[in-house]
């Protein structure tokens, strides 16, 4: 015999049987004999899609004149050594998983879709979802979760969501919203010679299963990584992204991971209210989950500035080497506003021709278009230029403020000699977008306006030390 919250299962030979608990838990309610047959009736049918040959049907628990008195789910057994959660440790471990990421994609590419299963996917549907759960978890503050944390976690994941609209629309749009699984956890998956079965679906509550392909997958990331199998868990995400051809910010990988930790920590909690004590320590290993992969799923904006020869550019290419970032060169922009190719040389003086300030002008604004647009698709944005002007610099933070972004402003700064000698390394080269010479370096550095708001990096160590100094200042490190 086995237990949940919701129900107790028997084992008897080559068959298991389930018997759904009369609770009432306020997301479900199976207190009545009737709901409980309704809903054994839809879990064969809706698991079914994954393990048809496992769910072989409900049966009448009777009285002797034959009246029911309840039901069961009728399975097939699973041999428990086969589970994946028995397997995690074994060889053979991330083999299995591409087996199942190939069959969860297939299932995926034949599930159902539709307008009523799109609103599952829209942002304000995904953020009741966060309501819900973080309304049930509030009891539990203080108690069986830290206080702080169970805020930090309400306040990241609102944020998050709220400057997120058009990525969510996005994703219905490209048919990303699915009648999925719903409840993918490495215990429920077994893997047999023929391939794996996928049980247990997430039958109670359509709403809860109808979501984003990647909220489906990210259930099992997470419960693997819960298990401290980071890499099984990044490795069956990849497979899943290469058999689906499904691409994503990592952002939002990371928020749906967060909200399944949360789903996960809030059952936990429930087991320890019935209880249950050692569910409160896995609710708040859960919850710290929830709460570290939201801080990894803030969108930053990054402002990299610094007159000529500091390294701005240098600096921008290595953060998004290292993080995946998004990166937008104000010297690039400016010769693709004017039609120029970027390595073709303008030629212009300070503030003159393409450096005038009307042009310098349209530059930071699309510069501020470019940014927002992919803040609000969840891709976090290193903005390469000389944010010598502080009016750029309130409008940088104003886009962020609009996308619900995290703005950090770093000022890369050398020595005057070495920025120099750059500079003219740079023009002997040629084929890059910068115009600047030394005699521009110096009347910027003239100009600039005061930036008490950046973090001033040297950048005359090497790369690595001044990267690892930029990340910790953009909450990254």
Known sequence: MAETHVSTLFFLGDRAYKLLKPVDLGFLDHRRREARQAACRREVELNRR?????????????????????HLVAMRRMPADRALAAILDAPEAPDRLREVAGAVAAFHARAGRGPAIDAAGRRDAVLANWADNLAQMRPFAGEVLPAAEVAAVERLARAYLEGRGRLFARRIADGRVCDGHGDLLAEDIFCLPDGPRILDCLAFDDRLRHGDVLADVAFLAMDLEARDHTELARGFLERYGELSSERHPASLADHYVAYRAHVRAKVACLRWRE???????????????????????????????????????????????????????????????????????????????????????????????????????????????????????????????????????????????????????????????????????????????????????????????????????????
Do not use: M, N, Q
Request: aromatic share 4%.
């Open 50 to 70: 994954l393990a048809p040959d496992v769910y072989l049907g409900v049966l009448d628990v009777v009285d002797e004149a034959g009246r029911p008195l309840d």
């Open 275 to 477: 209880g249950d004590e050692p569910a409160a320590d896995r609710a708040r290993r859960l919850h710290r989950l929830a709460a570290e992969r939201l801080e990894r799923a803030r969108v930053r904006l990054v402002l990299v500035g610094g007159t000529p020869g500091t390294g701005k550019s240098t600096l921008a290419a290595a953060l998004s080497g290292r993080t995946g970032w998004a990166v937008l060169r104000s010297d690039e922009v400016r010769k693709d506003l004017a039609g120029l190719d970027r390595g073709a040389g303008a030629g212009a003086g300070f503030r003159e021709g393409l450096y005038a300030p009307a042009a310098t002008e349209r530059v930071y604004s699309e510069l501020a278009r470019l940014a927002r647009g992919l803040l609000e698709l969840g891709e976090s944005v290193v903005v390469d230029a000389s944010w010598s002007s502080a009016s750029h610099r309130d409008g940088a933070r104003a886009v962020a403020a609009a996308a619900r972004a995290d703005v950090h402003e770093l000022r890369c700064a050398a020595p005057g000699e070495l920025a120099r000698r750059r500079i003219d390394s740079r023009l002997r080269a040629g084929g890059d977008a910068s115009d600047a010479t030394p005699e521009i370096a110096r009347r910027l550095a003239e100009s600039f306006d005061p930036w008490p708001e950046a973090r001033t990096l040297d950048t005359d160590r090497p790369l690595g030390e001044t990267l690892d100094e930029a990340l910790a200042a953009a909450g990254a490190g």
